[in-house]
Antibody
Framework: EVQLVESGGGLVQPGGSLRLSCAAS????????MNWVRQAPGKGLEWVSS????????YYADSVKGRFTITRDNAKNSLYLQMNSLRDEDTAVYYC???????????????WGQGTLVAVSS | EIVLTQSPGTLSLSPGERATLSCRAS???????LAWYQQKPGQAPRLLIY???SRATGIPDRFSGSGSGTDFSLSISRLEPEDFAVYYC?????????FGQGTKVEIK
């Protein structure tokens, strides 16, 4: 059974940093592109970042580029999101989601974790 | 970046009725790289439909997707109590993988 479990969320002040983790199990982690998607309170879904199975191809949403860094450790079946220079508008539930490959560019998100809440407030 | 616009914002229906949700893209979605997700309160999104019309594993056949180019729709033939939720469309052909703003299907 595919499982994705996020952790690391919490309350942080504006300008602060936080590192999210996603522990994966039930599939060959290194074979899949992995993603972070967030959802602000009462709002819709926003894709944040994506990393290929071999870590060689990484994408970011413009809203987080230069502030967030996505990484993975295939030996530990884990995905990470280092978030720096956090802003009020980064407050959201952050989900990790597995990307199912259709082509080198096209991936839909077939499994999602339950999310971890990041609150940015002074 | 492809912008997806969903309509209506809220759909008020009774159990047993048919629901039709719309998703319009700002430019053509190549090869129908369009997915639909269901999200219930306090839960993660769940994949319903990919490639515009293919049901994901375990999804009941009362859910169906259609469309191509810039106009897509999700239909629920007979609403069950567990179908009342928020539905999102997503373009996944290339980065950035964008979502629509969602349609809430609520009990009338």
């Amino acid at each position: 059974e595919v499982q994705l479990v996020e952790s690391g969320g919490g309350l942080v002040q504006p300008g602060g940093s936080l590192r999210l983790s996603c522990a994966a199990s039930g599939f060959t982690f290194s074979s899949y592109r992995m993603n972070w998607v967030r959802q602000a309170p009462g709002k819709g879904l926003e894709w944040v970042s994506s990393i290929g199975g071999g870590t060689n191809v990484i994408y970011y949403a413009d809203s987080v580029k230069g502030r967030f860094t996505i990484t993975r450790d295939n030996a530990k079946n884990s995905l990470y999101l280092q978030m720096n220079s956090l802003r009020d508008e980064d407050t959201a539930v952050y989900y990790c989601a597995r990307g199912f490959r259709v082509t080198d560019q096209a991936y839909y998100f077939d499994y999602w974790g339950q999310g971890t809440l990041v609150a940015v407030s002074s | 970046e492809i912008v997806l616009t969903q309509s209506p914002g809220t759909l008020s229906l009774s159990p047993g009725e048919r629901a039709t949700l719309s998703c319009r893209a700002s430019q053509s979605v190549g090869s129908s790289y369009l997915a639909w997700y269901q999200q219930k309160p306090g839960q993660a999104p769940r994949l319903l439909i990919y490639a515009a019309s293919s049901r994901a594993t375990g999804i009941p056949d009362r859910f169906s997707g259609s469309g191509s180019g810039t106009d897509f729709s999700l239909s629920i033939s007979r609403l069950e109590p567990e179908d009342f939720a928020v539905y999102y469309c997503q373009h996944y052909g290339n980065s950035p993988w964008t979502f629509g703003q969602g349609t809430k299907v609520e009990i009338k």
